[in-house]
């Protein structure tokens, strides 16, 4: 019988300590539920362990296969070039190994899921739906495509649920921002509001967001508004992240590259075409490979490994 490929779970990392924890402590509870086949997980960068850590841990393992899922909502930068010329490295420092390579996580039902059970935490149980309005808040990218798929979160989000209105922003890199989103849901009649934190785990941004919503809050008393909480480790999100994984195993991979900075020459990122991808050194990592100076393998988020 053949062996499984291994599970590599592939994390962006955070100065938060409790967020860090909280990855680790998904990567130990997905290795608790499939006992079958090694789990290692490690970041991108911001908080050890690092990727090449965790590519280590399992080499040592006996490992020779393994399939690696982004622990990401969106395919950004990170998912589309870190990863992708980091497990490159890792083929290089560890000759004979293979691997293939899962999408993110989002948009996906179960996900859909446990954010309107967040939202339900968060409203008054006396708010009706219809006057309650949502503004999604996502990370916010430099890739347009990764902006793209936020909206595209809060489209499905807001599709036969019966609220006023799904709306979006980010806390970084892009408009609108939190207070401008705010800003946005009371043009368009709102007055009551709940803040949904497009985020898996706790950490600086997620805190950023309940912060500035709540500094806006104060200052516009006519308003409600409400903050709800992170996704969390969530049964659902253990379930998807296998079904990332069986995706890679079988090779069943529906990437979207229709809107990729990487593929499509896009209004204001044309020099970004067929650009290579270099490995994201993580700050954790050892100095050996510290200078960045080779390149991955083109566009590395293609389907071939």
């Excluded at 296969?65 to 890792?90: C, N, Q, T």
């Excluded at 290089?92 to 899962?102: D, M, N, Q, V």
């Excluded at 067929?274 to 083109?298: E, I, M, N, R, Y």
């Amino acid at each position: 019988m053949t062996t499984p490929p291994a599970l590599l779970i592939a994390g962006h990392g955070t100065r938060d300590e409790a967020g860090a924890e909280a990855f680790r402590d998904f990567v130990r509870e997905l290795g608790r539920r499939h006992p079958e086949l090694p789990v290692a997980g490690g970041f991108i960068e911001l908080s050890p362990p690092p990727l090449g850590d965790a590519v280590t841990e399992l080499v040592e393992r006996g490992v020779r296969r393994f399939a690696a899922v982004p622990l990401m909502l969106v395919s950004a930068g990170h998912a589309k070039g870190d990863i992708p010329a980091a497990l490159s490295r890792e083929r290089e420092r560890h000759p004979g190994i293979s691997y293939t390579y899962g999408r993110p996580l989002g948009p996906h039902p179960a996900l859909l899921r446990v954010l309107e059970r967040r939202l339900a935490e968060a409203v008054d149980p006396s708010w009706d739906p219809s006057e309650v309005t949502v503004l999604l808040v996502g990370r916010g990218s430099t890739d347009p495509d990764a902006n793209a798929e936020v909206f595209k979160a809060a489209r499905l989000l807001w599709e036969g649920r019966g609220y006023a209105a799904v709306e979006t922003a980010f806390v970084s890199l892009a408009e609108p921002d939190v207070p401008g989103g705010l800003d946005r849901c009371v043009l368009l009649g709102a007055r009551r509001v709940v803040v949904l934190p497009y985020f898996l785990f706790t950490g600086i941004l997620p805190d950023r967001v309940r912060h500035q919503t709540e500094e806006w809050a104060a200052a516009h008393p006519e308003a409600e508004v409400r903050s709800a909480d992170v996704i969390g480790p969530e049964p659902e999100l253990l379930d998807l992240v296998w079904e990332r994984y069986e995706e890679a195993v079988k090779g069943d991979l529906r990437m979207n590259c229709d809107s990729c900075v990487y593929r499509i020459a896009l209004p204001g990122f044309e020099d970004k075409v067929g650009l290579p991808q270099q490995p994201h050194f993580h700050p954790d990592d050892d100095g050996d490979h510290h200078h960045g100076h080779h390149h991955g393998h083109g566009h590395a988020h293609s389907h071939a490994h």
